[in-house]
């Protein structure tokens, strides 16, 4: 498990704010065309504290993260 700052790179989010969801089922189709790692987050409060499940192209991996007060805390990766 990795536990650093936050990375600061670039991405674009979209929230969806004032909304409950429960028991929830997310599909999601992506054509990256460039280098980068794309993904989905939940539970967002502000850039320092979220979840997300991060999917990288080069080098292959799937990984889901945990950031609390801008610490970035790796709970799970599978390598491909």
């Given at each position: 498990?990795m536990?650093?700052?936050?990375p600061?790179?670039p991405?674009?989010?979209?929230?969806?704010?004032?909304?409950?969801?429960?028991?929830l089922?997310?599909?999601?189709?992506v054509?990256?065309?460039?280098?980068?790692?794309?993904?989905v987050?939940?539970?967002?409060?502000?850039?320092?504290?979220?979840?997300?499940?991060?999917?990288s192209?080069n080098?292959k991996?799937?990984?889901?993260?945990k950031?609390?007060?801008?610490?970035?805390?790796?709970?799970?990766k599978l390598?491909?």
């Amino acid at each position: 498990m990795m536990s650093e700052t936050v990375p600061s790179c670039p991405g674009t989010f979209l929230i969806k704010k004032y909304k409950n969801y429960y028991d929830l089922d997310i599909k999601v189709s992506v054509l990256s065309t460039v280098a980068g790692i794309y993904g989905v987050v939940w539970r967002f409060t502000d850039m320092f504290n979220y979840y997300a499940l991060e999917i990288s192209g080069n080098p292959k991996f799937i990984r889901c993260v945990k950031v609390v007060g801008g610490k970035y805390t790796e709970v799970a990766k599978l390598d491909g």
